[in-house]
Nanobody, 117 residues
Framework: VQLQASGGGLVQAGGSLRLSCAAS????????LGWFRQAPGKAREFVAR????????FYADSVKGRFTISRDNAKNTVYLQMNSLKPEDTAVYSC???????????WGQGTELTVSS
C-alpha cells in the first residue's frame, strides 16, 4: 500500500485542521492505520490508530479528547481531525499502515503542521 498525507498548514493556537491520508491498493480495509508525528529535534511519536473496520481507535494521551481519527474505506482515506491545537502540536505528521503484527510497515510522506501561539 502507498500512502500520501495532505492537509497540513499554519494554524493559530486553539484552531482546527483536518489531515487526510490517501492510500492506493485494493486491500485498504485490511490495514490498521495510524498517524504519527515528529517535531523538530524530537523523535517520532505515535498519535492515533484505527482498526480495519474503524470501530476501534486509540490515542496518545497528549491528543486524547482533541484529535479524532477516522477512515473511509470506500475512499481509501484516513483522516485526523485536530481541534484545540497547541503550539506543541507543531510537527510533521505522517500516516502509516500495518497488516500483520504490531509494527507499522508502510509509511507515507508527511505533511507539516505549524501552530502559532
Amino acid at each position: 500500500v502507498q500512502l500520501q498525507a495532505s492537509g497540513g498548514g499554519l494554524v493559530q493556537a486553539g484552531g482546527s485542521l483536518r489531515l487526510s491520508c490517501a492510500a492506493s491498493g485494493r486491500t485498504f480495509s485490511s490495514y490498521t492505520l495510524g498517524w504519527f508525528r515528529q517535531a523538530p529535534g524530537k523523535a517520532r511519536e505515535f498519535v492515533a490508530r484505527i482498526s480495519e473496520s474503524g470501530t476501534t481507535t486509540f490515542y496518545a494521551d497528549s491528543v486524547k479528547g482533541r484529535f479524532t481519527i477516522s477512515r473511509d474505506n470506500a475512499k481509501n482515506t484516513v483522516y485526523l481531525q485536530m481541534n484545540s491545537l497547541k503550539p506543541e502540536d507543531t510537527a510533521v505528521y505522517s500516516c502509516a499502515a500495518r497488516d500483520v503484527g504490531i509494527y507499522f510497515r508502510y509509511w507515507g510522506q508527511g505533511t507539516e503542521l505549524t501552530v502559532s501561539s
